[in-house]
């Protein structure tokens, strides 16, 4: 039969690195983070990860089918960033390309999409891209997010080939909309329209500072979200695949940071040798996260191995799969 499989993964990371205060960085992991300069945004970040793929030779850019892009950095509202990429990248005429608005749920999401194309025979390759500039929306008097968020971008390719297993696949899916006030930017919708006084900062009750336009975390919303959903997610999965947690080799979670994937880990039993733990030089780079934590960890990753794919965050959304690399 034919299947999808991820044939290569590539990533880029902005040279602008800001390092975190100490006392934070134990706490959440995160010891220094990348960040796009005033000039560099998300869609050059992606393309510039695309190219990457490119010149690895794993594929002819007159190949590529299909081009997804998942952003919440957008160039513009309209018309869709994936076209523009797709010009920028030189792919064929032949070759469609959308964007969708996703955060730490996107990777896996993208990855259901490219399944989905390739198993029905609309397309033979698949590029998939992330890419955000978080930094752009936050306020450095902000702690609550300044010190957490990195800039990334990565390009991964989903090919179709023949073959007797299933390489990606099953999936769970899940949102929750009652908590989109917990992580968002409030100004610059068409609900909230931008005005001056969406500029005008404002201290909250920890003494953190933010206009309208900034992005807004309710940390502890988030984590008790997390707590409360994730494990469910992970059971439901492992119903779908017909496995137990120990028949799983490797799990490689979204890295919003080091406090929330050990309460994680430890509430699941998942072994410490088996979970991915990639944030300390980068944050949390929201969609990219688990292609990065993903390409980091290929060596140390059997082939062959079962790999789960849990994402969640911003909306709230939340999806998991089972991967075989």
């Given at each position: 039969m034919v299947t999808g499989f991820i044939k290569s993964i590539e990533y880029?990371?902005?040279?602008?690195?800001?390092?975190?205060?100490?006392k934070i960085a134990k706490k959440i992991g995160i010891y220094e983070r990348r960040v796009a300069d005033n000039t560099e945004y998300a869609s050059d970040m992606a393309?510039?990860?695309?190219?990457?793929?490119?010149?690895?030779g794993v594929v002819k850019r007159e190949d590529i089918d299909l081009l997804i892009y998942c952003t919440q950095?957008?160039?513009?509202?309209?018309?869709s960033t994936a076209c523009y990429i797709h010009d920028r990248l030189r792919l064929p005429i032949h070759c469609g390309a959308y964007d969708y608005n996703l955060g730490c749920s996107g990777y896996v999401y993208g990855l259901a999409m490219a399944k989905s194309f390739i198993e029905s025979g609309l397309a033979s390759h698949v590029l998939l891209l992330?890419?955000?500039?978080?930094?752009?929306?936050?306020?450095?008097?902000?702690?609550?997010?300044?010190?957490?968020?990195?800039?990334?971008?990565t390009a991964t390719l989903i090919s179709s080939r023949e073959h007797d297993k299933i390489n990606i696949g099953p999936f769970v899916f899940g949102s929750d909309g009652s908590g989109a006030q917990n992580l968002i930017i409030p100004a610059g919708g068409f609900r909230e329209p931008v005005t001056l006084d969406s500029f005008v900062e404002k201290a909250d009750e920890y003494g953190n500072i933010r206009n309208r336009c900034n992005l807004y975390m309710n940390g502890p919303e988030i984590f008790n979200f997390t707590l409360r959903?994730?494990?469910?997610?992970?059971?439901?999965?492992?119903e779908k695949s017909q496995a137990s947690l120990d028949e799983y080799d490797y799990f490689v979670f979204h890295q919003a940071n080091l406090f929330m994937l050990e309460h994680l880990r430890k509430k699941l039993k998942i072994d410490v040798a088996k979970f991915s733990i990639q944030l300390s030089d980068i944050g949390n780079t929201v969609s990219s996260s688990i292609p990065i934590a993903?390409?980091?960890?290929?060596?140390?990753?059997?082939?062959?191995?079962?790999?789960?794919l849990v994402g969640f965050g911003v909306g709230y959304s939340w999806a998991a799969c089972s991967i075989r690399l």
């Open positions: 880029y990371l902005p040279t602008n690195i800001l390092k975190n205060d100490n393309i510039k990860a695309a190219e990457k793929l490119f010149d690895g950095s957008p160039d513009y509202i309209l018309p992330t890419a955000d500039t978080y930094s752009k929306y936050s306020n450095p008097k902000d702690r609550s997010v300044y010190p957490i968020f990195g800039d990334a971008a959903e994730i494990p469910s997610v992970v059971e439901k999965l492992l993903l390409k980091r960890d290929l060596n140390s990753i059997q082939p062959g191995s079962r790999v789960m």
